[in-house]
């Protein structure tokens, strides 16, 4: 099926997306979001788990978590071009919540086909927050790559990197089971769990490597983890990348306001055509950008056949696009840019986290040269 011009964007993609960007306004805007997570300046501070808990109560009663939840689970079963408007908007405010691990979670969940998956899925519906384990310790999330293993009906190992891993209240863990990989559902509170953070510039994530000493699983949602985390990737990158454009705009309009009142030698720099066109460039490349990102959401709901090169394309441009809009909005704000006061520097970091996370665009574009002219 072709894909619409509007990328399938309707009234009722709109409806969501302006509430989300009301709600986001009113409960996180910037001086609440400095307020929560910037309070410790000290470069040395423990790793830490800042959010507001009462948010995420919020966002559960607004149907965010059943958004990307299928009918027939107890979702709401929206596009993937809605779920991308609202990882848009999670982005454009840096929101400190485990809404965007949640989701991905849940499109690999939609993936498993089974029985198990399905009551998880209506879980997250409900409410239930959740978060992927499923890179090992050099970064990789190929399934066949896990440092998990499940045996007697029981995980051992460590997964690393997982993203908001002190916030969710449960993993979806991949382990070895033989000569398969297969999926688990685990409470964050099981017996042998081991919740290790990393130290991260990103003050509105946490991230960890959480251990598995003879813990036994909730659920046992695949016993085909390969398949179902393959097919769930192109949506796995399609919000990273929505979180990018989201964070990047915000940080190409602070750029620019400030630029109509930051004076040098008598006028304001935005004047001058060497930020004139420094700003028309990060525009630019956000456009770019967010036009991958709807295209890559659209392939989903549509033409799942490219969906993947899509979504790949997606994410080079996102991660390339995001940390160019921080790199310039540093810039414009001259000495005070890099200052802990300013804040941009909250979402200059958020993207960085965002560039490498699932892939930077060199990585990508390295998968997509392979998969369109032929591996070197």
């Not at 509430?19 to 410790?40: D, I, P, S, T």
């Not at 929206?78 to 965007?100: F, K």
């Not at 000495?335 to 490498?356: A, M, P, S």
Request: charged fraction near 25%.
């Amino acid at each position: 099926m072709a894909q619409p011009k509007d990328f399938g964007f309707g009234d009722d993609e709109k409806q969501m997306r302006d509430m989300a960007k009301k709600f986001l306004a009113e409960h996180c805007n910037v001086e609440k979001l400095r307020g929560l997570v910037a309070g410790n300046p000290d470069p040395e501070r423990d790793p830490e788990c800042l959010w507001e808990e009462s948010q995420w109560d919020k966002a559960v009663e607004l149907g965010w978590t059943a958004l990307a939840v299928p009918e027939e689970a107890g979702g709401v079963g929206m596009s993937m071009v809605a779920v991308a408007a609202l990882c848009e908007e999670i982005g454009r405010a840096a929101w400190p919540s485990p809404l965007v691990p949640t989701i991905n979670a849940t499109l690999v969940l939609r993936e498993c086909g089974t029985d198990e998956a399905k009551a998880w899925l209506g879980k997250i519906a409900e409410g239930e927050s959740m978060s992927l384990a499923i890179t090992n310790a050099d970064g990789s999330w190929d399934p066949a790559d896990t440092d998990v293993t499940f045996k007697d009906g029981k995980l051992s190992g460590t997964a690393s990197f997982v993203q908001d891993a002190r916030k969710v209240r449960s993993f979806l863990v991949s382990a070895k089971d033989g000569n398969k990989v297969s999926l688990h559902v685990v409470s964050a509170e099981a017996a042998g769990v081991k919740i290790d953070p990393d130290h991260i510039v990103d003050l509105t994530r946490d991230q960890a490597r959480v251990s598995f000493n003879g813990t036994e699983p909730a659920a046992t949602v695949s016993t085909d983890g390969v398949k179902a985390i393959t097919a769930a990737t192109p949506g796995i990158l399609t919000v990273i990348s929505a979180d990018l454009v989201g964070s990047g705009e915000w940080l190409l309009q602070t750029a620019n306001e400030y630029a109509k009142v930051r004076e040098q030698f008598g006028r304001p720099i935005g004047f001058f055509q060497a930020v004139k066109h420094g700003i028309v460039n990060v525009m630019l490349d956000i456009d770019k950008a967010r036009s991958l990102v709807y295209n890559a959401a659209c392939a989903i709901d549509t033409e799942p056949e490219n969906a993947e090169t899509f979504a790949r394309m997606a994410k080079a441009k996102a991660s390339d696009a995001g940390t160019f809009a921080g790199d310039r909005a540093v810039q414009y704000h001259g000495g005070i840019g890099f200052t802990w006061e300013c804040d941009v520097h909250l979402y200059f970091k958020r993207n960085r986290h965002n560039q490498f996370l699932f892939g930077d665009a060199i990585h990508h574009r390295r998968a997509l040269a392979d998969a369109l002219i032929g591996a070197a």
